[in-house]
């Protein structure tokens, strides 16, 4: 019988996660099931404890459940303690709960594997302080860059999000924080991980940021590149989408749950023809 798994969030319809497990368990050969599974949104603990009871051998977090995830796993990696969040729960046969972060390691994979872009000894910038910049900190200073600043609207919670990591990491002196009107210099690779391109918004993140050596990745992704994009892009800077961190983390799960890492170039080519 197979094994099931599922992305669990709500809304879920939107999901590409179903379509990138199947290529992953066709091209590796596992007997999985992966599938959609809709949370009301004051149900999440139920759900994920109906999941358990039924079988499943793990699940995909997506919005808003992140951080409720990692209230409720049993256990929490190092990533995701350093996170906060979980995007990725597996489940023992004893019905515990173990609870990872994949998003940031599959944000290096993307920049590192499939761009091409070493991270060590450059300039990194990381723009915004919330859920999605705390599970990319962590990995992005595992690949050793000469510095990572975070950068945000409101300084204080960009200061917040360093002294967590650098209590936890000895006093990292690679990590800073400034507020967007106080980012100088150019950057090697830039991260948007604001929400600002849900809303078709720009951070307001200075030219000068940018250049021809630059790399800057939105987490996002649709059908046209995002304002954030056309921005970079304008400055000289090489540009990539969010659509190639999603197939990474997927990866990542993928190799927690059955053992086997796919080849992501494979179903990244095939996913970017369908967006």
């Given amino acids: 019988m197979s094994e099931r798994y599922c992305v669990i969030g709500n809304p879920i319809a939107h999901s590409k996660s179903p379509e990138i497990h199947a290529a992953f368990a066709r091209q590796t050969g596992q007997d999985m099931l992966y599938e959609r599974c809709l949370a009301p949104l004051d149900g999440f603990e139920a759900s994920v404890r109906a999941l358990v009871a039924a079988g499943y051998g793990g699940a995909n977090v997506t919005v808003p459940f992140k951080l409720q995830a990692a209230d409720l796993a049993d256990r929490l990696t190092e990533r995701a303690r350093a996170a906060g969040a979980v995007n990725t729960l597996m489940f023992n046969s004893s019905g515990g709960i ?26 990194v910038l ?16 595992a690949a050793l860059p000469a510095e990572l600043t975070i950068a945000n609207r409101t300084l204080a919670t960009a200061d917040a999000l360093v002294e967590r990591f650098t209590s936890q ?14 980012i100088a210099g ?4 830039v991260v948007n991980a604001t929400s600002a ?3 078709d918004a720009m951070p307001p993140v200075p030219a000068g940021a940018f250049g021809p050596g ?9 059908k046209a590149p995002t304002r954030f994009m056309q921005f970079a892009a304008s400055c000289g800077a090489a540009t990539r ?3 190639g961190m999603l197939v990474e983390q ?14 992501t170039a494979e179903i990244l080519d095939r996913l970017r023809l369908a967006v």
């Fill in 169 to 182: 990491l000895a006093q990292d002196q690679r990590l800073a924080a400034c507020a967007f009107d106080d």
């Fill in 197 to 199: 391109s849900l809303a």
């Fill in 126 to 141: 990381l723009l915004g302080a919330g859920g999605a910049a705390r599970g990319a900190v962590l990995p992005l200073l």
């Fill in 250 to 263: 997927a990866a990542e799960a993928f190799l927690l749950w059955r053992g086997a890492r796919p080849d």
């Fill in 241 to 243: 989408d969010g659509l």
């Fill in 98 to 123: 173990i609870g990872d972060n994949t998003d940031g390691a599959g944000l290096v994979g993307d920049i590192t594997r499939n761009a091409g872009v070493s991270l060590e000894g450059k300039r």
């Fill in 186 to 189: 150019q950057y090697d690779v």
């Fill in 214 to 222: 630059t790399l800057a990745l939105d987490m996002m992704y649709g």
